[in-house]
């Protein structure tokens, strides 16, 4: 089964200073948008990053849904009830 979730970041959702996200030297923008995206079968999520175009900036892999969604925590603050699921 796949599993997508989505929030938009807004100013209550500030970076911690704990991850550093770059495109070899260049360090990548905030992003304006965040979705966990998984298949439960592989064990294969996806915390991806967007600019406010929609544009991925960057991505991290996780073997669980709940790792995607506490990296997202350790990053941003972001509480695991916060998110959308599509």
Known sequence: ?????KLELG???REVGRTLHSNGATVLPRAKTLAVAGFEESGEYYLLHFDETGKELTDTFHESIE?????????FDIKPHEWTKL
């Open 11 to 13: 100013a209550e959702h």
């Open 67 to 75: 790792e995607a969604f506490q990296q997202a925590e350790f990053e």
């Open 1 to 5: 089964m796949k599993q997508f979730y």
